[in-house]
């Protein structure tokens, strides 16, 4: 039974999704969401670190996905698949695209389509410095990543585990996913059977919205964002003049956004050649009432706020499926292998995941105590089974004693001195034949082939001489029986008596008069 940590490190609040998996399946186990206060970035996210750590989430793996701003997508076109070319030319298709030295860059790719001749590639790209304070905050709370990925392409594992009524109606269309969060919106693009296609990040989010409500109402941003959380709405939702100019405030905000969006949505149909059949809305700005009818609006897409499949209802409310989906998919990640599983970590090389060995030295005490368990049982182990064979032994010498008072008329308890006594010639056992009438019989028929075309009218078997009589369509049968029975090595000498023909005329009688002496070796296996 696994535990894996799904942890959405957004700007506004951290999102937590626990999964439990084993044989049968996974199940949601719990759903955590922990606001973060202003301030510093890097001490409000230790606080809320800690704070979600006092949460009782202990898991035996973590994933995130790279939080912020500051991560660079880049989409590149290769006239190759092969894994190991791809290696070895992303560096320096990379670092053409890079304001800084690419030694300061630390980034992972993708494959986004595929055929047989090239290969689309998605590649993320963070700077070091950014990737080492995360995961030194993330170490110092004790929830160090396994999986360090890309916030659009978590959506990949999401795709399998949606409700059908969240997925297209023609079949393998597309998926979009515009996940609106506090700071930055992600648009993530993928197919239901194959990868994420195309994933963007646009600055700009909840945010934004509350920044524009401070300004139109001059209050602080701390209040309008307090607000926004408790009345604000879009489209049909607005009631009253204050709210009807809050969402006036509102879409002058989101208009920067809208403006990113339509273009890359043109770009990526143009390219695909695939409409889109509507997007799935999620994000902490998602359940903002009307936000979806007027993005609708706005896009010309149908836009529909995304919903979890059923079996997490039990975890998380219905109101908190859009909040929770990129945890929740960051939560997928973990337990998917194989081909379903994204190939997009940036913990490789220097920052390769090393809590393995770590958990093994937290364990060697423990295992010490278990090795020495396991020295001491296989010490009694040995003990009792030595005394199990000494006991064995025992009843054996008494059988035999027994055994060879009977027959030689004294006690011998060695096996061998036993076995040449009764083998000698003053024993018991020196009368008895070395061969039986049986045995002969046996070793003559069963060199007699079913193609051999002769039938045997009699035989007499004598310890040693067999005599034998037939009848045989020719000579040649009779030497072929011949030849057969000398294989035999106790058939000494085989002498072919009178030959005559048949009363018909058209077969011929024989008798063989076979001679027997065996080896002892062979008397022996034949007895």
């Not at 186990?29 to 750590?53: C, I």
């Not at 290696?87 to 993708?110: C, H, K, N, R, W």
């Not at 090393?354 to 368990?373: C, M, N, S, Y």
């Not at 077969?507 to 062979?522: H, R, S, W």
Request: with cysteine; glycine share 6%; hydrophobic share 45%.
């Amino acid at each position: 039974m696994a535990r894996i940590l799904g942890l959405d490190l957004g700007s506004y609040s951290l999102k937590a999704v626990l999964l439990e998996t084993n044989l049968r399946g996974s199940a949601l186990r719990k759903w955590v969401e922990v606001p973060r206060l202003e301030g510093d970035k890097a001490q409000t996210l230790a606080s809320a670190l800690t704070a979600l750590n006092a949460g009782a989430l202990h898991a035996d793996q973590v994933i995130v996905s790279v939080p912020g701003l500051h991560f660079a997508t880049h989409t590149f076109a290769l006239p190759f698949t092969d894994p190991k070319r791809i290696d070895a030319t992303l560096p320096f298709e990379v670092e053409g695209q890079l304001p800084f030295d690419i030694s300061e860059a630390v980034f992972d790719y993708q494959v986004a389509s595929a055929d047989e001749k090239s290969s689309q590639l998605l590649v993320g790209v963070v700077k070091k410095a950014e990737l080492e304070t995360l995961l030194a905050a993330l170490k110092e709370a004790k929830l160090e990543p396994r999986i360090v990925t890309h916030p659009g392409l978590a959506y990949q594992n999401l795709i399998a585990a949606l409700p059908s009524k969240m997925l297209p109606e023609t079949a393998n269309a597309p998926i979009a996913f515009l996940d609106i969060g506090h700071e930055r919106t992600t648009l993530a693009i993928g197919r239901p059977n194959g990868n994420i296609e195309f994933t963007r990040t646009i600055a700009g989010g909840g945010l934004s919205l509350s920044k524009a409500l401070a300004a139109e109402f001059k209050v602080s941003l701390a209040e309008a964002t307090d607000w926004k959380n408790k009345h604000a709405a879009l489209g049909r939702e607005v009631v009253g003049p204050d709210a009807e100019r809050a969402a006036q405030a509102m879409l002058r905000a989101l208009h920067p956004i809208l403006r990113e969006l339509r273009p890359t949505l043109k770009a990526y149909t143009a390219r695909s050649r695939l409409s889109l059949e509507h997007i799935l809305l999620c994000g902490g700005t998602a359940t903002m009432p009307g936000i979806a009818e007027q993005l609708e609006r706005d896009l010309n897409i149908p836009v529909f706020k995304l919903d979890l499949p059923p079996d997490v209802d039990d975890a998380i409310p219905r109101e908190a499926c859009a909040p929770a989906a990129q945890a929740y998919s960051l939560a997928l990640r973990g337990q998917a292998s194989g081909a379903k599983a994204p190939r997009f970590n940036l913990r490789r090389g220097e920052f390769a995941f090393k809590g393995d060995l770590d958990f093994v030295r937290e364990k060697l005490p423990q295992l010490g105590i278990f090795a020495a368990v396991l020295f001491v049982l296989l010490i009694v182990s040995g003990v009792v089974r030595n005394g199990v064979l000494e006991r064995r032994e025992k009843q054996l010498d008494a059988v035999l004693c027994e055994t060879t008072q009977r027959v030689l008329g004294k006690c011998v308890k060695d096996y061998g001195v036993a076995l040449n006594m009764l083998k000698g010639k003053e024993s018991p056992a020196a009368g008895l034949p070395k061969r039986s009438a049986v045995n002969l019989l046996a070793e003559a028929t069963s060199r007699i082939s079913p193609d051999l075309k002769v039938v045997l009218d009699r035989i007499v078997i004598d310890l040693d001489r067999i005599s034998i009589r037939g009848e045989a369509p020719s000579s040649k049968e009779i030497d072929d029986l011949t030849t057969a029975l000398k294989k035999f090595k106790c058939f000494t000498e085989i002498k072919v008596g009178k030959i005559e023909k048949s009363k018909d005329g058209n077969k011929i009688n024989f008798g063989l008069d076979v001679q027997v002496q065996c080896p002892d070796a062979v008397a022996q296996a034949g007895s």
